[in-house]
């Protein structure tokens, strides 16, 4: 009886001792990431301190990781503008009232961190992840940056969504809007005072047509989606450079995307209008045949292109013409 009190005492003893050794190793590591925190408002990560402040346990706390490739001779701009984004979203934790040390924003780059991206079988960048205070993040942890964009508002209702911290973003004054509207309205102004004895080109037709399809051609095009969901404007793929301009979902797109479905509608209305003008005027016979066959010419093949696009994006579409 006294050795089996002995051995629980030993025991109870050896327990205590191990959970001082993990309190006292948590509070180390909450508090070197709290001085972190103090410098920067994003802790700059490489393979080692990846694996002991976000891998490796104990840990009661959030962290946030962006993977990215930010050195120059990557050549990922989405990187740049993400990480802008991201910065801007951790000053604005950083900064609040409601900041504590149950979140933290980090960064992992390739170059200095090749090994964690392998670890994790990564393969393109930028990515987004939250590392959750226990057990392994599961596929809601990661960011779906393709189909949401990475705007700062963005990420932090997702992260509210993740770990119940909300952030209220605060983006740092920019008025470089102001300023362009001001030129604006002063050309404006200033075109019409110098015109102002003679103001009927305000009523020609065709410049108001011209001004009218511009806006059209932004719309359908996906500009508006863009300002909302802040998409980036290409992907990189980090590991063999090839550059998609074309997002394979018909949930998200690029900047770039919309850009080329500008310039096929563009082109499209161009031969529907050339098209008009052979079939409406009454000029030589033969230039009117040039006319109609160049505006048919732009029409089908350019129509062909954003069919074949509009397949690529939803798969299983059974149509296409000329182009696949």
Request: aromatic share 12%.
């Amino acid at each position: 009886m006294i050795a089996a009190g002995a051995c629980a005492q030993r025991i109870l003893a050896v327990t205590i001792s191990v959970s001082d050794f993990f309190k006292n190793l948590l509070a180390e590591k909450v508090e070197q990431l709290m001085e972190w925190s103090s410098r920067r408002s994003v802790i700059r990560m490489n393979g080692d301190k990846f694996r002991r402040f976000v891998k490796a346990p104990p840990r009661n706390y959030s962290v946030i990781v962006m993977f990215t490739a930010l050195q120059p001779q990557r050549q990922c701009s989405v990187c740049r503008q993400a990480n802008e984004e991201y910065q801007v979203l951790a000053n604005s934790w950083r900064y609040s009232s409601a900041f504590s040390n149950k979140l933290f924003f980090t960064i992992v780059d390739y170059d200095e961190g090749a090994d964690v991206f392998q670890q994790l079988n990564m393969n393109s960048a930028p990515t987004f992840m939250h590392f959750p205070p226990k057990g392994k993040p599961k596929r809601a942890d990661t960011f779906d940056l393709q189909r949401i964009g990475f705007a700062a508002e963005q990420l932090a209702k997702w992260i509210a969504d993740r770990t119940d911290v909300h952030i209220r973003v605060f983006r740092p004054p920019n008025y470089s809007g102001t300023i362009a509207l001001a030129l604006l309205v002063s050309l404006v102004g200033g075109l019409l005072y110098l015109r102002r004895n003679n103001l009927e080109f305000i009523y020609n037709k065709t410049g108001w047509a011209m001004a009218a399809l511009c806006v059209v051609f932004a719309m359908t095009s996906g500009q508006m989606w863009n300002h909302i969901r802040g998409p980036p404007y290409a992907h990189k793929n980090p590991q063999n450079g090839q550059v998609s301009y074309i997002h394979g979902s018909s949930q998200a797109q690029f900047v770039a995307e919309s850009h080329i479905i500008l310039l096929l509608n563009a082109a499209i209305t161009m031969g529907m209008v050339l098209l008009n003008e052979a079939a409406t005027s009454k000029g030589d016979v033969g230039k009117r045949r040039i006319i109609c066959l160049v505006g048919l010419g732009l029409v089908v093949f350019f129509f062909s292109f954003l069919l074949s696009i509009f397949r690529s994006k939803y798969h299983g579409y059974p149509y296409s013409f000329l182009i696949k």
